[in-house]
């Protein structure tokens, strides 16, 4: 069965500009969750979605926002981009919301100039 | 404040040799520990553990959690080199609604 996908794979974008990033979970499940990864702060926690609803969220600025489509397709949406915001965004699958054992797609590397 | 640390960060060690890697945590409400193994991009789910003194075993590699001592340990017998990944360990927190990841141990096996 397909693995979780997410697209673009990579991505350049240039300081002040907004991007969207795509995540489609394993086909039956239903959360998606979203994380940061960057070489100072590791994995960070960004946001979950379950049935279309953002169900936890970190600490992340306001800058950062997502949705969940009612096939539980997410999106991740940055605007303002910051060179900062330069990282991996990974997306975690999950059968159920709150179920711990997630797993993850191949992430989505933005490079912010 | 939560959180999960690793140790050591880097290790270097060659093929056949036994290693162990280490996860302490400090993490409210606990409902799980999670390791994965990231060679490239996405973390690869390895072991959960939810009960104390319980190994999981998966080949040449098992894991153990102490809830009492709040660690778990990896380990990884006879390695070789498709062993070499930074080996991360997570904590969900239940009430928070995620994991919270430590540093990673990166690991290297010599041929």
């Known amino acids: 069965k397909a693995g979780v996908t997410q697209t673009p794979r990579y991505l350049i974008k240039t300081r002040g500009q907004q991007v969207t990033l795509s995540c489609s979970p394993i086909?039956?499940?239903?959360?998606v969750s979203w994380y940061q990864q960057t070489p100072g702060q590791g994995l960070q926690f960004l946001f979950e979605?379950?049935?279309?609803?953002?169900?936890n969220k970190g600490n992340f600025p306001g800058r950062f926002s997502g949705r969940q489509f009612s096939n539980s397709r997410s999106e991740m949406n940055v605007s303002t981009l910051e060179l900062g915001d330069s990282a991996l965004y990974l997306c975690?699958?999950?059968?159920?919301?709150?179920?711990?054992?997630?797993?993850f797609g191949q992430g989505t590397r933005l490079t912010v100039v | 404040e939560d959180k999960v640390v690793q140790s050591p960060l880097s290790l270097v060690v060659h093929e056949g040799d036994t290693v162990t890697l280490n996860c302490s945590y400090e993490?409210?409400?606990?409902?799980?520990l999670l390791w994965y193994k990231q060679e490239k991009k996405a973390p690869t789910f390895l072991f959960m553990l939810?009960?104390?003194?319980i190994e999981k075993k998966s080949g040449r590699l098992s894991s153990i959690l102490d809830k009492k001592e709040l660690f778990s340990i990896l380990n990884i017998t006879a390695t070789q080199t498709g062993d070499s990944a930074i080996y991360l360990c997570?904590?969900?927190?239940?009430?928070?609604?995620?994991?919270?990841f430590g540093q990673g141990t990166e690991l290297s096996v010599k041929p």
């Open positions: 979605y379950f049935s279309e609803t953002q169900r």
């Open positions: 086909s039956g499940h239903r959360s």
């Open positions: 993490v409210t409400n606990f409902r799980s």
């Open positions: 975690a699958s999950s059968l159920l919301a709150s179920v711990s054992e997630a797993f």
């Open positions: 939810t009960s104390s003194g």
């Open positions: 997570a904590v969900y927190n239940n009430q928070g609604g995620k994991l919270i």
